[in-house]
T-cell receptor, first 112, second 112 residues
Framework: NAGVTQTPKFQVLKTGQSMTLQCAQD?????MYWYRQDPGMGLRLIYY???????DKGEVPNGYNVSRLNKREFSLRLESAAPSQTSVYFC???????????FGSGTRLTVV | KQEVTQIPAALSVPEGENLVLNCSFT??????LQWFRQDPGKGLTSLLL?????REQTSGRLNASLDKSSGRSTLYIAASQPGDSATYLC???????????FGTGTRLKVLA
């Protein structure tokens, strides 16, 4: 099925460990986004990629890095996980400026 | 800085009622606005997208309106059903940016 695929769906990390969250879309969308969702905080933008080859910081980029590997894939890396990074992470994509978002189903990350 | 507010935070109604969810934003220079539905533990599903030049959009029992000058959007749900129970989020994209700012949502429960 066409859409945005995120892996893994669940992950538990120890403080200080690193990991990469994967996101891929098969809709030929140009821009891709990483959000985190926390209770009472809503969704906050971490990083985004307006087009292949570009990335920019969002509201809460500290502690994260991203890679736009190609047009389909946009990964989010935690180099040294902290308990404050416990959250649900969503990837989204969009075709053009006039279009809305399509979201993935999320990755639930717990850092202990 | 764009701020998006959704009131009420939670709403419980009997089945069959028509209801209105509200979304307010502080900066009227928006490009478009998107309404989403989120079921517990799931990702976001796009419901309606309204461009800044439009006044409303309709999909089935859902109707979303936009009043840029007053900084408001409403999502109208006709003849509510228990299956409509979910959290409803609005997201606003400011002119000249790629980013959406999300409200914290209205948690709707429709009682059978």
């Amino acid at each position: 099925n066409a859409g945005v695929t995120q892996t893994p769906k669940f992950q538990v990390l120890k403080t200080g460990q690193s990991m990469t969250l994967q996101c891929a879309q098969d809709m030929n969308h140009n821009s891709m986004y990483w959000y985190r969702q926390d209770p009472g905080m809503g969704l906050r933008l971490i990083y985004y990629s307006a087009s292949e080859g570009t990335t920019d910081k969002g509201e809460v980029p500290n502690g994260y890095n991203v890679s736009r590997l190609n047009k389909r894939e946009f990964s989010l890396r935690l180099e040294s996980a902290a308990p404050s990074q416990t959250s649900v992470y969503f990837c989204a994509s969009r075709l053009t400026g006039a279009d809305g978002y399509t979201f993935g189903s999320g990755t639930r990350l717990t850092v202990v | 800085k764009q701020e998006v507010t959704q009131i009420p935070a939670a709403l419980s109604v009997p089945e069959g009622e028509n209801l209105v969810l509200n979304c307010s934003f502080t900066d009227s220079a928006i490009y478009n606005l998107q309404w989403f539905r989120q079921d517990p533990g799931k990702g976001l599903t796009s419901l309606l997208l309204i461009q800044s030049s439009q006044r409303e959009q309709t999909s089935g029992r859902l109707n979303a309106s936009l009043d840029k000058s007053s900084g408001r959007s409403t999502l109208y749900i006709a003849a509510s059903q228990p299956g409509d129970s979910a959290t409803y989020l609005c997201a606003v994209r400011r002119e000249g940016t790629y980013k959406y700012i999300f409200g914290t949502g209205t948690r709707l429960k429709v009682l059978a």
